[in-house]
């Protein structure tokens, strides 16, 4: 018999994992055994439930009481007060902000309100190690029902058509086209192969690792029923081994749905084969761009090559592949399930359903969240994100890391969808958002993602191997207080050589960073170059240190923690700064008592 | 290897597992009080009792917990029933045999069992 009352689930997502969340399970375990409880309550694992920043996070049922920033100490507590007494500990309970009520539903408040989670409808929900639980939320209903019913291949695209869904990993190719290309695409020998790419390699971007490691098995059924719709009987998910817990539960998934014949042979007494392979991938950035990946798992270096001919008529091994980005398999049940119409329903005319967005940078709720198409980004940042900590002003955000482009501060009333995006200068990309505040300058972050590119570029073709550094050589010129008008200019010239010549679409929007910061903050790049200043306090050449003689009181502090002596002076008269010496690290500022060091 | 049939006897079974994790505002709470002077007065086979008999039926929406002393220790083991939308009601000198009946009664067919209630030993 049956006799579980109340169900603690832990999430062990990458994040709260980090913040030791496994140590608390193991906690909770040994204090339930202590309480004589462990028949009567259950300690889940389970995936992200999106408040990254206030992990490791703990949701003890029936209550959906939702406990924040647990530490082992207070699972004795929880367990004794909580668990024993039916008392909710209301010290840990989560709460949007320091003054505000301890909240006892996560669906009230801010953060989940303005959300919609379709393609985490299973994070934080379902224990990912446990492919029963996946088959208690309906999971596998919708093979079942294709495998039962036959359904023809051509019925399953068309509802994908019409459903609207478009990919997910930056492009927005439509899926149900993409699927019909490679359903129509003519195989000599008959081999075709579905893929997956969760080589999620944008810097901030934790989308796809996020499913992976809260619902691997959704993932698993869409491509399974993507090999059925388009005939194919192998798959390959391309990971970075990076991502050892997702890469870890995939592995656990993909045998538990062999060992329920839900992959392999004869899939459900139907006929019909169907087996998954997981392909590691080291890490380059360039293997996201789909001809390289595919040749990465091919066994060779991973570089890109020109399309087309495109995957769908010519993709692995020479086969018309499919491939698709975990976030767009994450929808694909979904639909299949609850029909087109409604997943139709939800967006804007031309991108519909929802996005899932890693929030990063200067933002309050660091973490996942899954928002309808559509959604203004001042209803992330703000409403969701829960703005800019510290009271700093919001400044820009920026959407598809290296390959997107900074939404200004004037724009944060946009909704956020392919075309609009697209519009403006940035794109969709996979779902990185990060957060910028007035501390941020915009020409060192147009830097920093082209120092990303630089170092990912795989130097196949010339003008993404040259271009790209040598555009970098101009912004650290900028930086450096050596820049000139004409320069911007060359920049601008330059962005569109590389846009128009590089081979694949690392090169291709590699200046997106930089044109669309130069289109939206020139005042910065102009005070750069002609007045030799960062107005945000940044790019450390441009900066000046000194001390102001009249508030100096000759304590010696700056002189004694300057980490080059590049002070001098006498006890309790005025220091001076040699600015030749100076290395404008800041720590003579943030240890002056008097506040007698300025910045400028 | 699963068949269909294995497939969908494992769905229904784990739905009634993770049932425990839907907190809608419908749910009907049962609290049985666990202090010391419940637990010694007998209540852990009473809500073991409330987890079988609602286990049985096939229940939706009907969480059992504990609680502490509910503070009438002479009464004890107490069970606290929370219909949404309805005042409360207290079952008191509970023992298994009795659990059935509040059971069906109450969280079935939302008849209140008076004759165990606080109002009648009272």
């Known amino acids: 018999m049956n006799h579980i009352r109340s169900h603690i689930m832990v999430c062990t997502g990458t994040g709260c994992t980090s913040s030791d969340s496994p140590r608390l399970i193991s906690a909770f375990e040994e204090e339930l055994l202590r309480a004589g409880m462990e028949q009567e309550v259950r300690v889940v694992k389970t995936g992200c439930f999106g408040l990254c920043a206030m992990g490791p996070i703990v949701m003890v049922f029936p209550e959906g009481a939702c406990y924040t920033q647990v530490k082992l100490e207070d699972v004795p507590e929880i367990v004794s007060e909580h668990i024993v007494k039916g008392r909710i500990v209301t010290r840990l309970l989560h709460k949007e902000d320091a003054g505000a009520d301890a909240v006892t539903s996560l669906a009230e408040t801010n953060f989940y309100k303005n959300q919609m989670r379709i393609a985490l409808r299973n994070c934080g929900v379902i224990n990912p190690e446990s492919i029963d639980e996946y088959i208690g939320v309906d999971g596998y209903t919708a093979l079942e029902r294709i495998l039962t019913e036959q359904t023809p291949p051509q019925e399953i695209i068309d509802c994908i058509k019409k459903s609207g869904l478009r990919g997910r990993g930056g492009a927005g190719f439509s899926t149900g086209m993409k699927w019909q290309f490679t359903y129509d695409a003519k195989s000599d020998d008959g081999v075709k192969f579905v893929a997956c790419n969760a080589d999620e390699g944008d810097p901030g971007a934790f989308m796809d690792r996020s499913v992976l490691e809260g619902d691997p098995f959704s993932v698993i059924e869409a491509m399974t029923i993507a090999g059925y719709a388009i005939g194919a009987h192998q798959g390959y998910i391309y990971i970075r081994a990076e991502y050892p817990i997702a890469v870890k539960r995939l592995e656990i998934a993909i045998g538990q749905a062999k060992d329920y014949g839900l992959l392999g042979k004869d899939i459900l007494g139907s006929g019909f084969d169907f087996d998954l392979e997981l392909r590691l991938g080291a890490g380059a950035f360039v293997c996201g761009e789909e001809t390289a990946l595919m040749t990465s798992i091919e066994g060779h270096r991973g570089e890109p090559r020109p399309r087309p001919p495109f995957p769908a008529n010519k993709g692995l091994f020479a086969k018309p592949t499919l491939l698709n980005n975990v976030e767009t398999y994450a929808n694909i049940t979904w639909i299949l399930n609850n029909g087109w119409e409604k997943f139709a329903a939800i967006g804007t005319e031309k991108s519909k359903g929802t996005k899932v967005f890693a929030l990063g940078g200067k933002i309050t709720n660091t973490g996942l969240v899954e928002i309808p198409m559509g959604t203004t980004l001042r209803t992330i940042v703000y409403d969701i994100g829960g703005g800019c900590p510290n009271g700093k002003k919001f400044k820009a955000a920026q959407t598809g890391g290296p390959s997107g482009g900074c939404i200004p501060e004037s724009l944060i009333d946009t909704p956020i969808d392919y075309d609009s995006l697209t519009a403006i200068g940035s794109m969709m990309g996979s779902g990185g958002l990060i957060v910028m505040d007035e501390d941020n300058c915009m020409v060192d972050i147009a830097k920093f993602f082209l120092e990303f590119c630089v170092d990912e570029s795989c130097g196949k073709c010339t003008p993404c191997r040259i271009g790209t550094k040598r555009l970098l050589d101009l912004l650290t010129k900028i930086t450096d207080g050596n820049g000139t008008l004409e320069d911007l200019d060359t920049i601008e010239e330059l962005c569109y050589h590389l846009k128009d010549s590089s081979l694949c679409a690392l090169g291709q929007s590699a200046p997106n960073p930089v044109l669309s910061t130069l289109k939206y903050f020139k005042d910065e790049y102009i005070a750069h170059v002609v007045e030799k200043r960062c107005p945000a306090g940044v790019c450390k050449k441009l900066l000046k240190y000194e001390i102001v003689a009249d508030k100096c009181k000759g304590c010696t502090l700056c002189a004694r923690n300057c980490p080059v002596g590049a002070i001098s002076g006498v006890v309790k008269g005025p220091h001076f700064i040699d600015t030749e010496k100076c290395i404008k690290c800041g720590l003579c500022q943030s240890n002056c008592r008097f506040g007698a060091i300025v910045k400028h | ?122």
Do not use: W
């Not at chain 2, 609290?31 to 939706?60: H, N, Q």
């Not at chain 2, 609680?67 to 069970?79: K, M, Q």
């Open chain 2, 1 to 122: 290897m699963k068949s269909l049939e294995e497939l969908k006897a494992i769905r229904e079974k784990m739905k009634r597992q993770m049932e425990v994790r839907d907190n809608d505002e419908n749910t009907i709470r049962v609290v049985v009080g666990m202090a010391t002077c419940g637990i010694a007065a007998g209540a852990r086979p009473v809500m073991t009792a409330f987890l079988d008999e609602v286990e049985r039926r096939g229940l939706k929406n009907v969480s059992v917990s504990q609680t502490g002393c509910i503070g009438v220790c002479r009464l004890e083991p107490v069970a606290e029933v929370f219909v949404p939308g309805q005042e409360k009601v207290t079952y008191v000198k509970l023992r298994p045999d009795m659990v059935p009946a509040i059971v069906e009664q109450h969280l079935v067919n939302h008849n209140v069992v008076t004759d165990y209630t606080i109002g009648a030993a009272e």
